[in-house]
């Protein structure tokens, strides 16, 4: 079956670094999502990786290697409004989108 | 404000009654979406529409209907609700089935008593 692994909670001090990893088994791949969702909120768009690499988007970047199945987010300079859940989504050979439980990421001052 | 609209954002509802969630977007995105999402679960797909005229089952389509009679409008029925289908509904839309990124609306939390 296809599947997608993430933390299911994390936590970080503001101003600092935090990584969130993301693991998938998926039949084909077709781009890997990262979308955040504060609570009560809709999700919404982040980044998006279909080569090899890091996607660099300000104080966001995003990791993909598709040999190993593996994504990271990572997020500098935490700020309290970056306490939210990521969504990590994988878009398999068909074309569908297969989605992780999401990380809650709580950040304390 | 370009996006996606969702109708109701809440709502109660005694099981067995008929609900349509609504949803529209002006974006003239061809695929839209619908998912429901509860605690400790991802996102689950209900149905799916790759463009006009065509719907297609996600994972979890039993108990839900969709139509899609044109480009912006993609409701969600539920034809006899029952307690297991409260949940927080989202719609969403991306320009193509396999490209672009999902827009998703306000969400709709829906409670079946």
């Known amino acids: 079956g296809q599947n997608i692994d993430q933390p299911t909670e994390m936590t970080a001090t503001e101003g600092a670094i935090v990584q969130i990893n993301c693991t998938y088994q998926t039949s084909g791949f077709n781009g890997l999502f990262w979308y955040q969702q504060h609570a009560g909120e809709a999700p919404t768009f982040l980044s998006y990786?279909?080569l090899d690499g890091l996607e660099e988007k300000g104080r966001f970047s995003s990791f993909l290697s598709r040999s190993k199945g593996y994504s990271y987010l990572l997020l500098k300079e935490l700020q309290m409004k970056d306490s939210a859940s990521y969504l990590c989504?994988?878009?398999?050979?068909?074309?569908?989108?297969?989605w992780g439980a999401g990380t809650k990421l709580i950040i304390k001052p | 404000i370009a996006g996606i609209t969702q109708a109701p954002t809440s709502q109660i509802l005694a099981a067995g009654r008929r609900m349509t969630l609504r949803c529209t977007q002006d974006m003239r995105h061809n695929a839209m979406y619908w998912y429901r999402q509860d605690l400790g679960l991802g996102l689950r797909l209900i149905h799916y529409s790759n463009t006009a005229g065509t719907t297609g089952k996600g994972e979890v389509p039993d108990g839900y209907s969709v139509s899609r009679a044109n480009t912006d409008d993609f409701p969600l029925t539920l034809a006899s609700a029952v307690p297991s289908q409260t949940s927080v509904y989202f719609c969403?839309?991306?320009?193509?089935?396999?490209?672009?990124?999902?827009?998703f609306g306000e969400g709709s939390r829906l409670t079946v008593l």
């Open positions: 990786n279909v």
């Open positions: 989504a994988v878009r398999d050979g068909s074309y569908q989108l297969i």
């Open positions: 969403a839309s991306s320009e193509g089935p396999d490209t672009g990124e999902l827009f």
